[in-house]
């Protein structure tokens, strides 16, 4: 009976040198009738054994909400400032513009649609390639084109020298810049993600505010050259921030990178995420045409002067502030991702069908704040909802993030395309006598029509 026991002293000591649990504990039972099967199942268990000091190796992600997280909501917050802070300004632009090449609002507005149209078809590449490891490649290049593109542009004076340096050029240095550091600043956060992305969005906000304040200080004396010129520096000097604090939260995947392509088609297998990407289609063909023509109305219908205009695009992009971080604590307290992202967008669509009846400076200002309220919640909860309906748990194949994300922009990038140039035939339309108090009538029974098919559906 010395044998047994002394087995059993031999198993439990042995058992120290590693934490305690049940699944090392239970062989130690059967080391009575035979020690040897004992030591088999003990090593085999204990490597299956849910370890403290084995967990962390297992996650390459940055700990959600620490100082490092935060370090990159920053860098995600600076793209989009440089980013969609030119892209919501594009009023101020748009109308400089039309006077230098004496050409048409639905002419002009091509060089913005086909800035948006790559900043979010670009997506398509550049997100993968921060799943590949290249995350701080992409964003050197697309600071380089930035710079090139901006200062280039200062010195263009023909339409295809700006839709070359303006909507081409800076459209893909954008684009290689937004998606990974979006994806990249989701990355790091679990239950308070939507707020961090929302701040990351709030970038085109505070960019909407800087961008139209140099106009406003420059337009008048130095003239577009030279604020072109102005806005350039601050991009570069937001660029080598971007650089110096930019660090991917996820590392490289050498699997990924040899089987993942381009397109993962797989990816809309997933009903919810294939009918969200098409939903946002349709959202994405009218947001921005406020931000391009709020100037060109307020000069053609209200009859204001230019500084008032300018008033009214600071108004546009400072509202987004508040925009972007109220229905991200919304979403992240109490009703969730989606169901804020349908609230926000019923307000919207509300916004923009009471457009057309605006007839005065105050009205106008009033409508410019609660449109930019509202479009600051479309723009910043698009992203967040596809994190929000991102779920691998189910499927550890299923494609990342940062490549669901990179799609989706893809999509909605031909939506974004088209809805600026129309945007322009209407405010011909406008120049040429349309009745807008009528036509707000049409746009209401339009409203009506789809709630109808809704209902329908």
Known sequence: MSTPQTSTTRISLSSLSSPPSPLTQSPSKSAFSSPAPTLRPTTQDSSRSPSPAAAPPASTHVPTGDRAAWLQVLVGHLVIFNSFGLIQSFGIFQQQYEQILSDSPSQVSWVGSVHIFLVYFMSLFSGRMLDWGYYKHTLLIGGVLQTVGLFAAANS??????????GVLLGVGHGLWFCPAVANAAVGFGRRKVLAMSVVSCGGATGGLVFPGIATAMLGWAGLAWTLRTMGFVGVLNCALILWVAKAHVKPNATRKRKGGIVVWRAFRELPYTLYVGAMFFVFAGLWIPYFYIRDFAKVALHLK?????????????????????????????????????LTLVLTSITLFTWPLVQSFSGMLIWATAYGFCAGGVASLFQAGIASLHDRSKDKNAPSLGTKIGMAFSIVAFAGLMGAPLGGHLIRGVEDGLDFEEEGVRIWEGGTSIKNVERGI
Do not use: E, M, W
Request: net charge positive; no cysteine; proline share 6%.
């Open 157 to 166: 004076r023909s339409f295809g020298l700006l839709f070359l340096f303006h």
């Open 306 to 342: 230019p500084k008032q205009s300018l008033t009214l695009v600071l108004a546009l992009n400072a509202s987004g502030i508040p925009g972007r971080l109220l229905p991200a604590l919304l979403s992240d307290s109490i009703i969730g991702t989606v169901n804020t992202y349908l």
